[in-house]
């Protein structure tokens, strides 16, 4: 499967961006969708995901309360809203997904997924 996210931009701290992730060349709602990300100089992080056939969605405790995943299996896309954003969030987004993800499979774990997207930068300002 080819993952295509955009939706990455600028914008100062306290606003909002929703990013989207378009699959495409598989079931899409097979997959367990979600988002990382990374900031210089550190390692890839979970953010949020949203697991496969109506399954339940998890975000990380850093980012629960302002990001919302979620998902349209009729557009094959995986959207991730981000409300009150600070310089913390400054990093590049990342999609990823995994076909056939079972319940006990950690989905913040980065080393369980298959398919990744190119990644959108996001910068917050001050």
């Known amino acids: 499967v080819q993952l295509q996210a955009s939706g990455g931009g600028l914008v100062q701290a306290g606003g909002s961006l929703r990013l989207s992730c378009v699959a495409s060349g598989g079931t899409f709602r097979d997959y367990t969708m979600s988002w990382f990300r990374q900031a210089p100089g550190k390692e890839r992080e979970f953010v949020a995901a949203?697991?496969?056939?109506?399954?339940?969605?998890s975000v990380a405790d850093s980012v629960k309360g302002r990001f919302t995943v979620s998902r349209d299996n009729a557009k094959n896309t995986v959207y991730l809203q981000m409300n009150s954003l600070n310089t913390e969030d400054t990093a590049v987004y990342y999609c990823?997904?995994?076909?056939?993800?079972?319940?006990?499979?950690?989905?913040?774990?980065?080393?369980?997924?298959?398919?990744w997207g190119q990644g959108t930068l996001v910068t917050v300002s001050s």
């Open positions: 990823a997904a995994r076909r056939g993800m079972i319940l006990s499979t950690p989905v913040n774990d980065v080393r369980e997924y298959h398919y």
């Open positions: 949203s697991r496969r056939n109506g399954g339940r969605t």
